[in-house]
């Protein structure tokens, strides 16, 4: 019980100041952009129809979803192609590239430049030659009635969703609390205001961290380096579940994984900054703990696993990204973090996976969202298996743990 404790204990701590903290700053960058611009950069988009790949591919290598999301109504309105729909989808990086940000640098640097170049390519193939549109629009009619016509953006009849703040169905929280209770809300914000001096304090001893060369941290309290580590690790954390799991349902502004065109206020940019991060910190502190939990029950070694499973390593990884959302994607990038995945695999799911960009799609016109996933998977199946037959003959092993810190 001790070891699981001190397991549990870690990754709790560690997740926060090694990931969450550099994860806010880069959050709160991107949402403080958004808000000063006033929703400019869209409309901008908007009138550069021609560079769209380039812009839409560029737009999804944004960290977190933000930006990709952001394309999706230009799609619907018609603005853009479905060609920079699957740039922008291929080269998203999501929420997972956090993590690789934060603990694999450079390995998220040739990753994601790889996704990037084939999102443009394939972009613009697509526009230009439409690479079987019309046959896989044909299989994917035999499974549920067809929105569009596989290319070209036709809203449902009789509906009003032009948007994706009004289309997405899932939970919502824009637009007010949906609880009432003041005293709650006040519990909210006070945690709220808390979470942001835990990430202050997080980014300050991870930036020491990484300057000390990843050594091994105590497990202490106080105003030393470990003891600063320790509890900013732990308070952050705690705040970031509390706010995940409850305080989004109070705040007003809880929308985890979704991006605005611009934000109104200070306020509302620092919120979805922090309610961002919280959902990216329970995803990662849950990925850390299946690592560790299942090495300790198991005794498995997941790298001798994934070397063994040879080119069927970043076909996992692929198919990993067609799952809608950036939960699995984190796990799969702290699993890379971990050496239990091959850079192939880690590349395949990078332009495979589409994050939260999907959903404004699936819940608008589910044609396209279904089209679009397979045209994101086909050329991460390639570029996976090119990679790693490359490295695997050039070295004679596949790459485990490039770019990795510490």
Not at 96 to 115: D, H, K, T
Not at 162 to 188: A, F, K, L, N, Q
Not at 316 to 343: D, H, M, R, T
Request: with cysteine.
């Amino acid at each position: 019980m001790s070891e699981l404790f001190d397991i549990f204990l870690g990754s709790v701590r560690d997740g926060f100041v090694q990931v969450s903290a550099f994860v806010a700053v880069t959050v709160l960058l991107f949402s403080y952009v958004q808000y000063r611009t006033d929703g400019r950069l869209v409309k901008k988009l908007e009138e550069n129809r021609r560079a769209g790949p380039i812009v839409g591919a560029l737009m999804g290598l944004t960290p977190g979803c933000g930006g990709a999301i952001v394309m999706m109504p230009l799609y619907i309105r018609g603005s853009v192609s479905f060609g920079t729909v699957v740039a922008t989808l291929i080269a998203t990086a999501g929420d997972a590239a956090f993590v690789i940000l934060v603990l694999a640098p450079e390995a998220a640097l040739y990753a994601y430049g790889i996704a990037l170049v084939t999102g443009v390519v394939f972009g613009y193939a697509i526009d230009a030659f439409g690479l079987g549109v019309g046959r896989v629009d044909r299989a994917v009619r035999q499974l549920r009635p067809t929105l569009t016509d596989g290319g070209v953006a036709t809203p449902v009849a009789g509906s009003k969703v032009h948007h994706y703040d009004e289309g997405v169905t899932c939970e919502r929280h824009d637009h007010g609390p949906t609880r009432e209770s003041g005293t709650m809300r006040s519990v909210t914000l006070a945690a709220l205001a808390a979470w942001w001096v835990a990430a202050a304090a997080g980014l300050g001893a991870g930036v020491l961290y990484l300057l000390r060369g990843a050594p091994d941290v105590p497990m202490v309290a106080g105003l030393s380096f470990a003891g600063v580590f320790t509890v900013a690790g732990i308070t952050g954390t705690t705040l970031s579940a509390y706010l995940y799991f409850v305080g989004r349902t109070y705040i007003g502004h809880g929308d985890v994984g979704r991006a605005k065109d611009t934000f109104g206020s200070v306020y509302e940019t620092l919120t979805h900054a922090a309610m961002e991060t919280s959902f990216v910190t329970v995803w990662v502190i849950g990925a850390y703990l299946l690592y560790e939990y299942t090495i300790l029950f198991t005794g498995l070694d997941i790298g001798s696993a994934a070397a063994a499973a040879g080119v069927l390593a970043p076909v996992a990884g692929a198919a990993v990204g067609l799952i809608p959302g950036c939960g699995p994607q984190i796990i799969l990038s702290a699993a890379y973090a971990q050496g239990a995945i091959p850079f192939s695999a880690l590349t395949a799911n990078a332009i495979s996976q589409d994050g939260d960009a999907l959903f404004p799609l699936i819940a608008i016109d589910k044609t396209a969202a279904v089209v679009a996933s397979i045209y994101t998977t086909i050329p991460a199946v390639v570029v996976g298996v090119a990679l790693h037959y490359t490295w695997t003959a050039v070295f004679g092993f596949p790459m485990f743990g490039f770019g990795v810190i510490g």
